[in-house]
């Protein structure tokens, strides 16, 4: 089951901030690059923020970089994704992944298994 658990959304006000947490597992850990994934209703999924599989190399979306930091914790088998600074256009569901390389896409990454947890909600109004 590569199938990821999503946790830590909620309603905040613009400019503050929220953890999101993403439940993995050793063997994901190992093996797979790791991401985070946004949806706004009638709209594409997009990748806005990768881990490279050792951990060392992260990538960020335009519109996300210098206010979201992404992160693990090996011991625990824990992704993460620190939003600092919100503001109404990051409203979206957000989805962790285990991910590949993928030159077709913007920021070189894609989802691996189209097989998507419940996501969690994050609304942030002005």
């Known amino acids: 089951q590569m199938q990821l658990m999503e946790s830590g959304g909620g309603s905040v006000q613009e400019g503050e901030s929220l953890t999101l947490s993403c439940t993995t597992s050793?063997?994901?850990?190992?093996?797979?690059?790791l991401g985070w994934f946004r949806q706004v209703p009638g709209k594409e999924r997009e990748g806005i923020s990768f881990?490279?599989?050792?951990?060392?190399?992260?990538y960020y979306a335009d519109s996300v970089k210098g206010r979201f930091t992404i992160s693990r914790d090996s011991a625990k088998n824990m992704l993460y994704l620190q939003m600092d600074n919100l503001k109404p256009e990051d409203t979206a569901m957000y989805y962790c992944a285990p991910v590949g390389s993928d030159p077709n896409a913007e920021l070189g990454f894609s989802a691996l298994f189209n097989d998507w947890g419940q996501g969690t909600q994050v609304a942030v109004s002005s």
């Open positions: 050793r063997t994901q850990l190992d093996h797979f690059a």
């Open positions: 881990l490279s599989r050792s951990g060392r190399n992260t």
